[in-house]
T-cell receptor, first 119, second 117 residues
Framework: NAGVTQTPKFRVLKTGQSMTLLCAQD?????MYWYRQDPGMGLRLIHY???????AKGEVPDGYNVSRLKKQNFLLGLESAAPSQTSVYFC??????????????????FGPGTRLLVL | AQKVTQAQTEISVVEKEDVTLDCVYE???????LFWYKQPPSGELVFLIR??????QNEISGRYSWNFQKSTSSFNFTITASQVVDSAVYFC??????????????FGKGTKLSVKP
């Protein structure tokens, strides 16, 4: 099992360019998440998905879009990159119960991160 | 509102010292989960522990121990006889709420621990 993998590991963009970050998990997890980590800020949730074909906004969604066309993949897109989006991006996945069921949220397992620099 | 506060930004200790990392959380939910993650210099996030709000029993795993106290909304992490390999940033996180926000983690800003030989 590879767990959670992220592609690419590092990328440099110019302001206004677009790119897509790919997250893949082989644990058959239902839930997937995208976070960004900035110095002194901890991790902040960008978007998340509770299942194939569904996505929802997190704490800092502006400037990003996501798609979950396949259960194992969660894509994070930047349509027009800005220097403020320079960050380290982490993807995570977890097994979750059905929404509103009151079932226990399981542990989130993280990918290795993608370092993005926007000039 | 949900919030996690790690008041200690950086801690420096000498090897073999004991060190406690503090975590204070806020939530209105009665059911919630608390986590600790370790981020070594290599950058990955390593899961350490999960604790649910109904279980206040302290936990020990080798040199690591966790003290969960609902009365003070704290979930502190102690490393006994610290080692250089313990040097990392440690994050405390809270998961609360159900429905659309089920499972979303709220992270503290992290505590950077440096263990010197």
């Amino acid at each position: 099992n590879a767990g959670v993998t992220q592609t690419p590991k590092f990328r440099v963009l110019k302001t206004g360019q677009s790119m897509t970050l790919l997250c893949a998990q082989d644990m058959n997890h239902e839930y997937m998440y995208w976070y960004r980590q900035d110095p002194g800020m901890g991790l902040r949730l960008i978007h998340y998905s509770v299942g194939e074909g569904t996505t929802a906004k997190g704490e800092v969604p502006d400037g990003y879009n996501v798609s979950r066309l396949k259960k194992q993949n969660f894509l994070l897109g930047l349509e027009s990159a800005a220097p403020s989006q320079t960050s380290v991006y982490f993807c995570a996945s977890s097994y979750e119960g059905q929404p509103n069921s009151g079932l226990v949220p399981e542990t989130q397992y993280f990918g290795p991160g993608t370092r993005l620099l926007v000039l | 509102a949900q919030k996690v506060t790690q008041a200690q930004t950086e801690i420096s200790v000498v090897e073999k010292e004991d060190v406690t990392l503090d975590c204070v959380y806020e939530t209105r939910d009665t059911t919630y989960y608390l986590f600790w993650y370790k981020q070594p210099p290599s950058g990955e996030l390593v899961f350490l522990i999960r604790r649910n709000s109904f279980d206040e029993q302290n936990e020990i795993s080798g040199r690591y121990s966790w003290n969960f106290q609902k009365s003070t909304s704290s979930f502190n992490f102690t490393i006994t006889a610290s080692q250089v390999v313990d040097s990392a940033v440690y994050f405390c996180a809270l998961s609360a709420g159900y429905g659309g926000s089920q499972g979303n983690l709220i992270f503290g800003k992290g505590t950077k621990l440096s263990v010197k030989p």
